[in-house]
Structure formats: C-alpha cells, structure tokens
C-alpha cells in the first residue's frame, strides 16, 4: 500500500455537519476498499483564488490515506458523483 495525502474543497452553503457527514462516508469508502484513514485536517471555510461554479469560499480538508491505488480511484470516483464537492485532488507521497 501506498501513501496518500488527498485534499477535497466542498461548497460553501452546506452546514459544517454535512462536511462531517461527507467525511465520514469517505472514510467508509476508503476503509471498506482496503485502505486506512490517517490524520484527517479540517481547514475550515477559506476563500478560493478564483471563482468555482459559482463559489467565492469553500471547505478545504486535507485526509492523509495508505491505501492501494484501487481505493483511490473509488474514492475518486465517489467525488466526482457528488455535487457538494467542488474540487479534489490526491497526491502520492513517497514513505520514509
């Protein structure tokens, strides 16, 4: 297994319960294909450089993820479905 550091941005107008809520569905999702949930960083509401779909701030949480690349692209796969999430983006990180 690898490790993982994977950030999602989600919209501005749902309540910080929902962002829980998708955190902890994605959390299944990982543990479920295979893989296990480091730390999890929840950055709040911030301001985005540019405009996304309508969008001036929105949620940033940064998850830290081992799990084989199967997982990844479920986890993907269940982002790309779900219009609350606005942006995503996971990045391999090499192990010490």
């Known amino acids: 297994m690898a490790l993982y550091e994977h950030i999602f941005l989600a919209r501005q107008d749902i ?16 543990e479920a294909n295979g893989g296990k949930v ?8 911030r301001s985005l450089a540019y405009r996304i779909r309508k969008n001036r701030k929105a949620y940033y949480v940064l998850i830290n993820i081992d799990a084989p690349a199967s997982t990844i692209a479920e986890l993907e ?4 479905i779900n219009e609350d999430i606005l942006r995503y983006m996971t990045v391999r990180v090499e192990k010490q």
């Open 77 to 80: 796969r269940q982002m790309r």
């Open 38 to 45: 480091g730390r999890v960083e929840n950055w709040g509401l």
């Open 15 to 30: 309540a910080p319960q929902q962002i829980d809520e998708l955190l902890e569905t994605y959390k299944g999702v990982i």
